[in-house]
Each structure stands twice: as structure tokens, then as C-alpha cells.
């Protein structure tokens, strides 16, 4: 009993089902799937599904912050990879088709695997550190973002493209297929082959690791240009949603929200030892905070200070040092009982 | 050299009083304890006004924790500090500047990016109207730099002055509070040899005006040329304190290493007959004229199979500087590396390993060992570094080397899934060890495998070195312990002030003080 509640992810699980709890007591049923046309549908398939993107950036994220680092231009990246496709979309000539759909999908993903690039080589080569990097396509991206959509909120149609987030594949949201496939093959990708093991030593020790023979400069590189790329594949299921795209909107302050669920999910900001499965619990339980929030009818105005109360809680309970305070009170009490 | 003939005065006792005048600091049975060890043990310590002191010592002897302690960054478990007579305790180095005592360290602290005159009157500020007064500020540095010899306009830009120039300026910092009393920990080791004289220029000067310096610095030549007085310590303890002029440079030496207490001393070492290599051996590596500026000078290197290269010098001297660059831990800027009679490219760690060279650095912790990963991901690091991300060890493999090293080494505890910052040092020196062995080296660099782990693993660790270098591969064993590379070496190379001296084989009359003799000297013959 008392080993279920030192596993690291513990308090992290915990929070999620007090969060699921909490909506299901205000309004009972709401967990349950039903069946529609084929396709799955309830709050638990809504929670898979919008969570897509957050896991994708969270992932990324995941590995870069493994690394000593962090990419605060994400949420750019975001916005730059849906204003491309959907610019590209509303330029070709048939907007419909499913090759530009996959036209689009492409050139997007390659403009995000060149700033992936950017940021790779301002950190690993020219050895600048990664939030003042990053910085750099933070603030610069949406601008970029807005030169690609001439500064309008471009609105497309196109069905293909825009199955990425609506569409269905055997009962289930194609956006939550991507993202959760995408979730898993990166998972074994880091824990079958070495990358796992090299990028935590780069981050627990880099020089150690450096003599030791590991490229850590070419690792550092790969993890930003694969974030970048998990950061626009986000992007692109973000504007399937909408078709419209939103360069000032997109993707905005998602950066925080991913690190905010690395963090939950148990891995630390200064490198080394990470986790892939609390990073996907961490973003389960900032995608759920918006159901608990709309179900229990917290007004929109405290949103944001309820889910900030929820995050502490989560940290808090994480944190070794509080624990330690409270197994000491714990021990006082039980010494004053037995000599009382 | 001044030390030529020089008088004898065995006993630490009869120190004659020099310059007639009371200490300005005086320590007595200072006493420093950290977690499990005594850094310092009754150590007495004095300074006198007007003159240079130099501290003396090897690594872990106790230098910077007595001017810790002096300075109130370490406390004191026991013992008293005087200043100026009166009893005196520091909260910490801004609180000892206050009552005049500065320190200047071998970093330069200072900001670079602020002017000359800011920095060195930072902290003192002259102040108008509740403003800065700069132009009474930038008046008021002028003074100081005058004082140093120092030309240079106050509000120009520190960085845009060289490290010498910096250093002074430092110094000129420490004298706005009016020192009397001025520590230099190690302040020319990033100097050459003009800027070197520029600051003895200076020290020489403030010692005619009265202020004590305290000197620390691993160049004998220096302490020579600029020091009234040495204070030896070796292992946190009192060795001597002596007249400069009086202590020739080999009983410095032998003073600060340690007083060879086990039967090793003078014994011939164990391996010079088994070792010595064929009449018509190839070199596995020769470096010709291979050198980095500031680390160490240009060398010629050649290393045999089967043979033990050992590196004696005192810390400081450029054998770990040496033992990088035939690693390509850092690169050399001038000279070349042949392998096996063909030129090769030596500029990463990575190159090197692909040659199959190994290197073990004496940072243990800060260059070798990767706490937070398991014993066992420890040991295959390198060979995975070696492979590549993409083709990850078979785990049946992995774990069959792991438990091979394990036991081959006696690593302890035998788990290999503990986490390698929860073993001893000894332990983690082994699993380093087992981390190069794993990748079959044909040359294998220790820098101080032996420093800090218990008796039984050096012991171990030694013995090892012997049977490795049987079995064909070529060792470069650095150690500051003379007798260790004494009882290992077939070559021993001779490092002094970042240069390699002296190359003699080992040869049953070369013996400690031998060795200390040609340290001392920098000459192999006498």
C-alpha cells in the first residue's frame, strides 16, 4: 500500500481521477462511450482527441528538456506549420483534393524540420543557451506566421485536410490515432534503440558524456529538429480544426502548457532522467482541467487560477522535499502518541 | 637559481623571526572538518607585513580551505585567527575585505562587461545627490591603476583588455579597501611569461608599501623569483614553514609529496623486466611536436604496446593538459599524432575512441562518471557511444559484459542496476575503468585512477594496470604518488610548468628522491 503511494506517478494518476471523478459526481453519465454512426463519442473520446496536440508538443518537449534544454518556440512552430498548409491549401488549385491535403502536410513538415534545424544548430553548435535560442523563433515565428498568411486569417475548405482533426478511423479520432501512434512509436524509437540512455546521460552529465565518446552535439541537434517536427505535426491537426489560419492565435502559450505537463509528469527541468508516461499523464490532466472546469461551471473568468491551484497541488505532492516534511510530521506524531 | 647554497633547518621550531615585526595574520591550531574528513589538523599559519608568502602544497593538502578558513567561507572546528593582534572571525569573504583582507582568484571575478573604473570601485561607490559619481569614480580608479602601473583609461571596457590586465585590475580592486593583507590564489596560471612580470612588478611594490601577500602557485620558478617565505601542508596538515632562500627547490618538492610511508620507497619498480619492449617495436602512437598554447608546450611522445608510460610532476604542472591532447579532449593547436605509422586525426573523444584509445579523466565526477544512470548503462556508455543511438546493445550482450566487469573488477556493491553516485570512489573508479576496458583499447590513458579510493582498490586498480599492459596494450599512467608510477612504469616522463622535461626509462636506480631531484631541477642529469 505504501509503495503505490511512492510511485512517482501516483499523485499524477491520482489527480487525473479526482479530476474525472469531480465531473462525473456533477454530472453522472458523462464518462460513458456511446456509439454513433460507427464512430466512438463521449467526454473520454473528446479528452483523447484534444489532447492530440498538446501530447505531440509535450513529447517533443519531453526529450529536449531530457537534454538540459527547452524550446520555448513550439507554440511558433505551431502557428507557422498550420499558416503554411492552409496557405497552400487556399492557393492550389484544387483545394479539395486529397494530394494537396498531402502537398500541404509535407511543405509544412519541411519548413518545421528547417527551424527544428535553427534552433538545433544556435544550441548545439553555437552553444547558446536554449531558452534565450528559442526565444528567437518564439517571437519571431508568429511573425513569419503572418507573412505566410499576409497577415488574414485564412479560412480553407478542404475535407482530406480536415480529417486530420474531425475525421474517424475505426471508431476513433484520427487526430487522437496520429498523436497517440505518433506517442508510441517515438516511445519505443527512444527506449528500444540507445537514444533513450545517451540523451540522459548528455543531460545528467554532458562532459562526462562527451569523453566518454557520445556525439552529444548531434543529439542535442536531432531532439530540437524532432520537436519541431512534433511541434508542427500539433500545428497541423490545430488548424484542421479550425481551417482558419490563426497566426496570432495558434498554438498560443501551448510552450507552457507542455512544460507544465513534462513537469507534472515527473521529469525534471534540469535534464537527465526522463518520462514519456508521465509527460502523457501530465497532458491528460491539463486536457481534462477544461472538461472539469466547463462540467463543474467554474466561471470563466478564475479558469485559469483553478487549473494553476490543481497544477500546485499535482507539484506539490511531487515534490521530494515536502514529502520528507510531512513523513517527519508524520514520525512526530507517532512519537507523541506512543509516549503520551 | 637563488636557492643555491642553501642553509639547512631541519626543525620547524627554531624559524628565525623575519621581517622583525609582529604578524599581521597569525592562525593557530586552525582545524577545518567536512562530512568524514579533517581538511585541515592543527595547522599554524602567519603572515607578516611586507613580505611575499607562498603556500605550498598538492592537491587535497589544504591550501584553499586555510584561506577559507581565513576568510570566513569555511568555520573553523577549532583553533584562532588574529588580526592585526586581535582575535578576528569573518563571515565570509566581504566581510574579511572590509577589515582588510582581499583575495583575488584565479578566475578573474569580475565583470567584463561593466567599465574598469566600475569595477574596481564596485561595492565602494563614491555617491552624489543619492547618484553615482562617476566622473569622482572614474578619478578615483585612475588613482589605484596609477598605483599598479596600469595606463589604461578607467572607462574602457574591462573585457577589452587582456587577462593580465584584468588580473590587475582585480588587484587594484582589492586595494580600494586599503588592504594590508592580499591573497593571491593562483593568479598566473592563465599568464605568459611578460604578464607573469608585470604582476611580480606590482607585488613588489605593494609588498615595499607594507601590504602581506599571500602566493599561491604551482610554478616553482615563480615562487622562487617572488617569495620571501613557504609554507608547505600536505594532507590538511603543517609541513614546514621555511625562508625561500633557504630551502633549496628538491626539499620543497620532496616536502610537499607525501613521506613515502610503505616499503615501496627506493624499490625498484616491479615490471621493468617483464616489460621492456622488443628491440624492433613499432610505436602504437607517436606525437611530434604536439602542443596547445596556455596547456602545455610542444612534446615529442612515443608509446609502445605493452608498455606503461608513467607521468610524474606536481599538479599543475601539464600532465593532465598532456594526457587530453592525446585524447582529443581538447584539441592541439599545433604538431601531430601518428597511429601505427599513419597520420591521424585526433580532435574529438569520439576519434580517439574510434582508434581505440581510452581516457579516464582525474574529475571523476565532474568528467566521468554519469551518477543518475545505473552501474550497468555506466559500464556500457562508451561501447554504445561507439555504435551509435541507432544500433543499441543486444540487452543479452549488454548484461553479459556488464556481469563480466562486475566481477572481473570486484565492483561493489554487484548490482547493476544501482545508481552509480550511491557507490564509494573506488567503486565508481572501477566501473570507469570497466566502461574502457569494455571497449578493448589498444592505449589506455589514466589520469589519477588511484586518487581518493581506499588502499584495496588502488592496490586492485595497479595490479591491473600491470596485467593489461602484459596482455599488449599501452598505458599512460599519470599519478601525483611518485612511488605508484615508480612501481608501474617502464618510461617515466617528467612534466614541470607545462612542459615535458626529462624522459628516463625506469631503471632500478631511479628511485623517489631520483625522481623528485629531476622535478625539482627540470634537468635529467644532474
Known amino acids: 500500500m505504501i509503495r503505490i503511494f511512492k510511485h512517482r506517478l501516483f499523485w499524477p494518476l491520482a489527480a487525473l481521477a479526482a479530476l474525472l471523478l469531480a465531473c462525473s459526481i456533477r454530472r453522472p453519465g458523462i464518462l460513458g462511450i456511446t456509439v454513433l454512426d460507427g464512430h466512438l463519442f463521449g467526454a473520454p473520446i473528446d479528452i483523447l482527441r484534444n489532447s492530440a496536440p498538446l501530447l505531440l508538443v509535450a513529447l517533443g518537449m519531453t526529450l529536449v528538456i531530457a537534454t538540459r534544454g527547452i524550446d520555448l518556440s513550439v507554440g511558433a512552430t505551431v502557428a507557422i506549420a498550420g499558416a503554411v498548409a492552409l496557405t497552400f491549401i487556399a492557393s492550389s488549385e484544387h483545394p479539395g483534393s486529397l494530394g494537396t491535403a498531402l502537398g500541404a502536410i509535407v511543405v509544412a513538415l519541411g519548413l518545421c524540420f528547417v527551424l527544428g534545424c535553427f534552433n538545433g544548430m544556435l544550441v548545439a553548435n553555437f552553444g547558446i543557451q536554449p531558452i534565450i535560442a528559442t526565444l528567437i523563433l518564439m517571437t519571431a515565428g508568429r511573425g513569419i506566421a503572418m507573412l505566410i498568411t499576409n497577415g488574414q486569417i485564412t479560412t480553407v475548405a478542404s475535407a482530406p485536410f480536415g480529417a486530420l482533426a474531425s475525421g474517424f478511423l475505426l471508431g476513433l479520432p484520427v487526430a487522437a490515432i496520429i498523436a497517440y501512434g505518433v506517442y508510441i512509436v517515438v516511445a519505443l524509437l527512444v527506449r528500444r534503440t540507445a537514444l533513450g540512455m545517451l540523451l540522459e546521460s548528455v543531460g545528467i552529465n554532458p562532459e562526462a558524456s562527451r569523453l566518454a565518446g557520445v556525439k552529444s552535439k548531434t543529439l542535442v541537434f536531432t531532439v530540437y529538429v524532432l520537436c519541431a517536427m512534433l511541434s508542427g505535426l500539433a500545428g497541423l491537426i490545430f488548424a484542421a480544426n479550425t481551417m482558419a489560419a490563426d497566426a496570432n492565435n495558434a498554438g498560443l502559450f501551448i510552450e507552457l502548457d507542455a512544460i507544465l505537463a513534462v513537469v507534472i509528469g515527473g521529469t525534471s527541468l534540469a535534464g537527465g532522467k526522463f518520462n514519456l508516461s508521465g509527460t502523457l499523464i501530465g497532458v491528460l490532466i491539463i486536457t481534462t482541467l477544461s472538461l472539469t472546469v466547463t462540467v463543474l461551471g467554474v466561471s470563466p473568468l478564475v479558469t485559469s487560477l483553478f487549473k494553476a491551484i490543481v497544477v500546485i497541488a499535482v507539484t506539490l505532492m511531487m515534490s521530494t522535499r515536502l514529502r520528507a516534511m510531512l513523513a517527519g510530521l508524520r514520525e512526530r506524531r507517532r512519537f507523541q502518541e506512543v509516549n503520551a | ?526
Open chain 2, 1 to 526: 637559481m637563488i636557492a643555491s647554497e642553501p642553509q639547512q633547518r631541519p626543525n620547524a621550531a627554531d624559524i628565525p623571526e623575519y621581517p622583525p615585526s609582529s604578524p599581521v595574520v597569525q592562525m593557530t591550531g586552525i582545524t577545518v572538518e567536512f562530512p568524514g574528513v579533517k581538511a585541515l589538523d592543527s595547522v599554524d599559519f602567519r603572515l607578516f607585513p611586507g613580505e611575499v608568502h607562498a603556500l605550498m602544497g598538492e592537491n587535497g593538502a589544504g591550501k584553499s580551505t586555510l584561506i577559507k578558513a581565513l576568510t570566513g567561507v569555511n568555520q573553523i572546528a577549532a583553533g584562532t585567527v588574529m588580526v592585526s593582534g586581535a582575535p578576528a572571525r569573518f563571515s565570509g569573504p566581504a566581510d574579511a575585505r572590509e577589515h582588510g583582507i582581499s583575495t583575488v582568484y584565479q578566475e578573474v571575478n569580475l565583470c567584463t562587461n561593466l567599465t574598469v573604473a566600475e569595477n574596481i570601485m564596485l561595492g565602494s561607490e563614491p555617491r552624489r545627490f543619492g547618484g553615482l559619481d562617476w566622473h569622482s569614480m572614474r578619478r578615483q580608479a585612475k588613482v589605484f591603476l596609477t598605483r599598479m602601473g596600469l595606463g589604461i583609461d578607467p572607462a574602457s571596457s574591462l573585457g577589452s583588455h587582456s587577462l593580465a590586465v584584468q588580473q590587475l585590475v582585480a588587484i587594484s580592486r582589492a586595494m580600494v579597501v586599503n588592504a594590508k593583507v592580499l591573497i593571491l590564489d593562483e593568479p598566473t596560471s592563465s599568464l605568459d611569461t611578460d604578464e607573469v612580470e608585470q604582476l611580480f612588478e606590482v607585488m613588489r611594490q605593494l609588498r615595499q608599501d607594507g601590504v602581506a601577500i599571500l602566493f599561491v602557485s604551482h610554478f616553482l620558478d615563480q615562487i622562487y623569483a617572488i617569495s620571501d617565505r613557504i609554507t608547505v601542508l600536505r594532507n590538511g596538515a603543517l609541513v614546514q614553514e621555511r625562508l625561500t632562500g633557504e630551502l633549496p627547490q628538491r626539499e620543497l618538492v620532496s616536502l610537499m609529496i607525501a613521506g613515502t610511508p610503505d616499503a615501496q620507497v627506493g624499490q625498484a619498480n616491479e615490471r621493468s623486466s617483464s616489460g621492456s619492449r622488443a628491440e624492433n617495436a613499432k610505436p602504437l602512437l607517436q606525437a611530434v611536436g604536439l602542443g596547445r598554447k596556455g596547456a602545455v608546450q610542444p612534446f615529442d611522445l612515443e608509446l609502445y604496446p605493452g608498455e606503461v608510460i608513467g607521468m610524474a610532476g606536481l599538479l599543475g604542472s601539464g600532465r593532465t593538459e598532456l594526457a587530453r591532447l592525446l585524447y582529443g579532449a581538447d584539441k592541439a593547436d599545433e604538431g601531430s599524432i601518428n597511429l601505427q605509422g599513419a597520420p591521424a586525426k585526433l580532435r574529438t573523444p569520439r576519434q580517439a575512441l574510434g582508434h581505440k584509445i581510452a581516457y579516464t579523466s582525474e574529475d571523476r565526477k565532474g568528467e566521468g562518471v554519469v551518477g543518475d544512470l545505473t552501474v550497468a548503462e555506466n559500464i556500457i556508455l562508451g561501447l554504445q557511444a561507439a555504435r551509435g543511438w541507432t544500433r543499441p546493445m543486444p540487452a543479452a550482450k549488454a548484461s553479459q559484459v556488464v556481469e563480466a566487469y562486475i566481477k572481473a573488477l570486484g565492483i561493489r556493491p554487484a548490482n547493476p542496476q544501482a545508481l552509480l553516485k550511491n557507490l564509494s570512489g573506488g567503486n565508481q573508479q572501477k566501473v570507469l575503468l570497466a566502461r574502457w576496458l569494455a571497449t578493448a583499447p589498444k592505449l589506455l590513458i589514466l589520469d589519477e585512477p588511484t586518487r581518493g579510493i581506499d588502499i584495496g582498490a588502488k592496490t586492485e586498480i595497479m595490479n591491473l594496470v600491470s596485467e593489461l599492459a602484459e596482455q599488449g596494450m599501452a598505458v599512460v599512467f599519470i599519478s601525483a604518488e611518485l612511488e605508484e608510477v615508480l612501481r608501474l612504469s617502464d618510461r617515466i616522463v617528467v612534466m614541470r610548468d607545462h612542459a615535458k622535461v626529462a624522459e628516463i626509462h625506469s631503471t632500478p636506480d631511479v628511485d623517489v628522491p631520483r625522481l623528485i631531484e629531476i622535478i625539482a631541477s627540470g634537468e635529467e642529469d644532474k
